[in-house]
């Protein structure tokens, strides 16, 4: 990885948000802006994250974003080998830390709870994603979500490696 110093960190949670303001999900935005710190070209981590979108495939679980995160720290730190418990250990520590901190920000991590839907654990849900309108997103706090994640990951990033 770059020096921490050499990285705008401030410009990597832009990209996260001109992202998601493009039409990517909320997953993909987060995962994307930082993908290349850990040799993940851009393409790619937009494929990898693709179907945590809508708070996992549009079923409203964890928030994309919060999974964004999620992924983010296990490029940055997860373990490689199937028995290093410590290392498995210590990455489920920051991911813990980072999501308490999320839910802190955001007064939760579920996508449906982020969103007001109620009931929507007995609901069957859509496949469909919903059209990127202005009206779309006037009404939904997703991109301030894309924006806390990023954040919530770039001030890690900074404690970590300064």
Known sequence: ????????LDERVQRAVDNFMAGYGCCQSVVAAFADLYGLDETLAKKISAGFGGGVGRM?????????IVMLVGLDCGQTEGSDRDGKSACYKVVQDLLAKSKEENGSIICAEILGIKGYDKAPSSYVASARTAEYYKTRPCVAKVESAAKIFAHYLKEKYT
């Open 1 to 8: 990885m770059k020096s921490i110093a050499e990285l705008d």
């Open 60 to 68: 409203r679980m964890m928030c994309g974003a919060v999974s964004g």
